[in-house]
């Protein structure tokens, strides 16, 4: 490694390359519980629901050394760990401390790409404070989130998005690590294809069916094999398999959709049920998109039942929902085309998609559903 990390591949002008830095909260929600409440510390956390039927939303390091982790069952998370202590999520607490953080990464570069509440990318190529070294200045952004909040941060540090968010992964929690045009492609080559980010685990088996595990195996595959096998994507895996990634750092992404589910601590079996318990879930993602002033033109309803088995329907329209109300309706007609029921229902959410930004006071149009 060397103290800077500059693009081969991608000249932004002036002969300047790309400085990217992905900077991720270690273990976000937990650390904020247990920076909070000083009790906590130094002992397994899980940020959820403890009831039979909750999910875990974070899990604090201690916790993960019990192999507890997001999105696992509540009980899953007991059984592996019996001293597991749980918290309730408090939602606006986190969203008030990435807000802090993201002040100071505005501080260096107004070209920050949030992922969520506890990572983003930032393009430090010209940075505010005039620094060289994007090393430096993940050090300080570092020092700085850890002096003003008192939480740690892990920092990737190299030439493209890909491979800065890979390398924040590397010496977490509170690490750093830079990938170089140098060291790039040997990285690449020899880590196995399920820690590439972008490659979930479907991805990762179906690519192990066609013999290929590590980034050198994807590398061997040619381009039109790759997107004969793995469609849209197929360009995308050809060019992080030799180290290449494109993509800029967007201040100005784009949310694709806004959703909400919920975890029933009895199964439902009756529609009306169903109908009642989706009604808050419409009226949260509704509240969303009246906050940000965006509207959707696709409703899908995801019903998860009891044996774990799951289904998404979707209705989509030539124009913006107008309100919750239609919203629900939507929801309803789903929900009717699924019930009765053979097996109870253990989860409903709710997404609005292909979402529009509209001006205060547009006028509102009927619609056709498709």
């Known amino acids: 490694m060397t ?4 693009t081969p591949t991608t000249d932004v002008g002036g002969g300047r390359q790309r400085k ?6 270690d273990a976000f929600y937990a650390s904020v519980e247990q920076r ?3 009790s906590l510390r130094g002992r397994p956390v899980a940020v959820g629901g403890g009831e039979a039927r909750g999910v875990v939303a974070a899990a604090s390091y201690e916790a993960r050394t019990f192999g507890v982790h997001s999105a696992m069952a509540s009980v899953t998370a007991k059984r592996r760990c ?3 202590i749980f918290v309730r999520p408090r939602f606006s607490v986190y969203k008030e401390i990435s807000e802090q953080i993201r002040a100071i990464f505005a501080e260096y570069t107004p070209l920050i790409e949030p992922l969520s ?3 983003a990318y930032l393009d430090v190529t010209a940075n505010l404070k005039g620094m060289e070294f994007a090393t430096e200045i993940a050090e300080e952004i570092r020092a700085k989130i850890k002096a003003e909040t008192g939480l740690t941060a892990s920092a990737g540090v190299s030439y493209n998005k890909f491979l800065a968010k890979m390398a924040s992964d590397q010496r977490k929690p509170d690490g750093l690590f830079v990938i170089t045009p140098r060291n790039g492609p040997a990285f690449v080559e020899a880590l196995p294809v399920k820690k590439f980010h972008g490659v979930g685990p479907a991805t990762a088996e179906k690519m192990k069916r066609h013999g290929i595990e ?3 195996d994807l590398k061997s595959k040619p381009l039109a094999f790759l997107s004969q096998h793995f469609g849209k994507a197929g360009p995308y895996f050809y060019g992080i398999a030799r180290a290449i990634d494109e993509r800029q750092v967007r201040p100005d992404r784009v949310r694709k959709s806004v959703g909400a589910e919920d975890t029933f601590a009895e199964d439902i079996h009756g529609l009306e049920e169903a109908v009642e318990r989706i009604a808050p879930l419409i009226a949260k993602i509704w509240g969303i998109a009246e ?12 019903i998860k039942y009891a044996d774990f088995r799951q289904v998404t329907r979707s209705r989509s329209s030539e124009l913006a929902f107008a309100g919750p109300d239609e919203i629900a309706e939507i929801c309803r007609r789903i929900l009717e085309q699924e019930f009765p029921v053979e ?3 253990r989860l409903l959410g709710v997404t609005l998609s292909h979402l529009t930004a509209i001006e205060p006071g547009e006028p509102q149009q009927f619609r056709l559903l498709l």
Not at 291 to 301: L, S
């Open 20 to 25: 990217i830095i992905h900077v991720d909260m």
């Open 214 to 216: 590590t980034g050198l």
């Open 117 to 119: 509440l506890d990572e």
């Open 36 to 38: 909070d409440d000083p």
């Open 343 to 345: 097996k109870g229902v």
């Open 3 to 6: 103290n800077d990390a500059q």
């Open 82 to 84: 019996p001293d597991l």
């Open 291 to 302: 906050q940000k002033a965006f509207r959707g033109r696709t409703i899908t309803v995801k």
